[in-house]
């Protein structure tokens, strides 16, 4: 399976899979493809004929001091499990393609992204904005799917979906995990032995404050204070780890009925960051 490269191309490719009244998903993703990416390809499946997958590593998310030099690449691997997996197309375009010149437009967002990674990470929501809002007017999907391992991402993408009238169903696939319950991800090969042992302690942590609150615990603040110091004292440098309300991605103390939470951590482990969630729902 060889990548397409440009967009005229991806564009004559999706056009023609609908001619033959297919309909499509989209699957974007920054490669050094993991087991997680591949069960989004097959809920993808699920819902569509064809999966057209993307591969960037979209430079316009990564503050100057972040990793996108150091990102994995991989491109020769990911294209054989797009082949393996049935994938109509691979998009995997240079940042000559995607940003040609200079860019004049942004889109702004609004307390959607004050906490959690919105927070930790100045432009990285406006970044993943831009690029995911040019490759649905590349691909034109009918559906695209994205993890519930970057939730906030999820909330965003649906707002601009909602806002700006996007054709098109987002979907969210579950986070899929290690043995022993760390959430995979492309940064994990960054992880030496010993941090990749302790790295699992954050789901761990997630996991205990999901119980304690569904056995009725009321204070969310002690029971999270509790976990970051317990956290803290095995290695992990935390960034965040608190309870946010689903409908906008703001901490919250008291837990109503009737109601959907995200409970989310970010912590470092030497330089590497690793996010994790679970969904509680009252
Ligand atoms: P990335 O390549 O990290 O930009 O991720 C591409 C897509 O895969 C995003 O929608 C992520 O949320 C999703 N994803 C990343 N890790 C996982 C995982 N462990 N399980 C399920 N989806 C994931």
Do not use: W
């Not at 996007?166 to 969210?172: A, K, P, R, W, Y």
Request: with cysteine.
């Amino acid at each position: 399976m060889e990548a397409i490269t440009s967009i005229p191309e991806i564009r004559q490719k999706v056009r023609a899979l609908k001619q033959e009244g297919k309909s499509v998903a989209f699957v974007p993703t920054m490669g050094a493809l993991h087991e997680g990416h591949l069960s989004l390809f097959r809920l993808a499946k699920e819902h569509a004929d064809e999966v057209v997958v993307s591969i960037y590593v979209n430079p316009e998310q990564f503050a100057p001091d972040e990793d996108f030099e150091e990102y994995p690449r991989a491109l020769d691997d990911d294209l054989k499990k797009c082949e393996e997996e049935g994938m109509a197309a691979v998009f995997a375009p240079s940042d000559k393609i995607m940003y040609p010149g200079e860019q004049f437009l942004s889109i702004e967002i609004d307390e959607l992204n004050e906490y959690m990674d919105g927070s930790s990470r100045p432009g990285f929501f406006e970044g993943i904005l831009l690029v995911v809002n040019k490759l649905f007017n590349i691909i034109d999907p009918d559906i695209a799917v994205f993890g519930q391992k970057d939730v906030q991402q999820f909330r965003i993408l649906q707002t601009m979906v909602d806002e700006f009238n996007h054709d098109v169903e987002l979907l969210m696939g579950p986070i899929k995990r290690a043995n022993d319950g760390l959430a995979l991800s492309s940064r994990n090969a960054y992880l030496n032995d010993e941090q990749r042992k302790l790295a699992p302690g954050l789901y761990r942590s997630l996991r205990y404050v999901a119980k304690q609150i569904d056995d009725g615990a009321k204070n969310v603040d002690l029971l999270v204070e509790h976990q970051k110091n317990e956290l803290e004292a095995k290695g992990f440098k935390i960034d965040y780890l608190n309870v946010f309300s689903f409908e906008k991605m703001m901490p919250v103390q008291d837990l109503k009925k009737d109601s959907k939470y995200i409970l989310a951590g970010a912590v470092y482990l030497g330089e590497t960051r690793l996010i994790d969630n679970l969904i509680i729902e009252k």
